[in-house]
């Protein structure tokens, strides 16, 4: 009885559309994790051009960017080297980090996408002006459902799957993954992913 009004049961009725798609989201998420870690996730694995891939999401995310007034820059080593990996998958994990980074940096700020070789690995990178991340919660971010939360650096939405999401599919691949960061000086996020053999 408290929608007593057609108004109130149409606002009533999208916030439980709302939410359970937000529930469906988080479901389908938890799932995708439980079988990265298992080892059981379908990973279609071949030869990835990981300047491409970067250029894709800097691609996906410009028009973002520019409504934000974040330059958003991509700095590729040339004749870099392809990786083995799940095209989809790896883009999926710079596309959560991207997406990460513009809620972070503020206007005027900038996030750059880098990769480069190093040893039998390719070291891509990105790397964001934005608000930074306070020493103690560093150890936690990659943690299932552990979102920041502080006043100078508080996530917009999300479930807190995403980056335990790309730890999963970054270590899938044979790599690593991990942040540098400091409060108001930006954070780094950092993958290594083998060469292709």
């Known amino acids: 009885d408290t929608a007593s009004t057609p108004e109130a049961r149409r606002q009533a009725a999208q916030i439980i559309y709302d939410e359970s ?16 870690e298992a080892g059981t996730a379908d990973l279609k694995m071949s030869a990835v051009d990981m300047g491409a891939l970067l250029q894709g999401v800097v691609d996906k995310f410009t028009p973002q960017a520019q409504k934000a007034g974040v330059t958003l820059r991509l700095d590729i080593q040339q004749d ?3 990786v083995t990996g799940d095209g989809d998958r790896l883009a999926q994990v710079f596309t959560n980090l991207v997406d990460n980074a513009l809620k972070f940096t503020p206007a005027n700020g ?7 070789k190093a ?20 150890p936690r971010l990659f943690d299932r459902f552990y979102q920041v939360d502080s006043a100078s650096t508080r996530r917009v939405g999300g479930s807190g799957l995403g980056l335990s999401i790309c730890k999963a599919i970054v270590e899938a691949h044979g790599g690593r993954i991990w942040v540098e960061s400091q409060p108001a000086q930006g954070s780094t996020f950092y993958v290594m992913l083998p060469l292709e053999e």
């Open 21 to 36: 798609a937000r529930m469906h989201r988080m479901a389908l998420d938890l799932l995708d994790l439980a079988r990265l």
């Open 80 to 82: 870099l080297p392809p």
């Open 110 to 116: 900038e996030i750059v996408l880098s990769a480069r």
């Open 119 to 138: 040893g039998g690995e390719v070291e891509a990178s990105v790397a964001d002006s934005g608000s930074g991340v306070e020493s103690e919660a560093l």
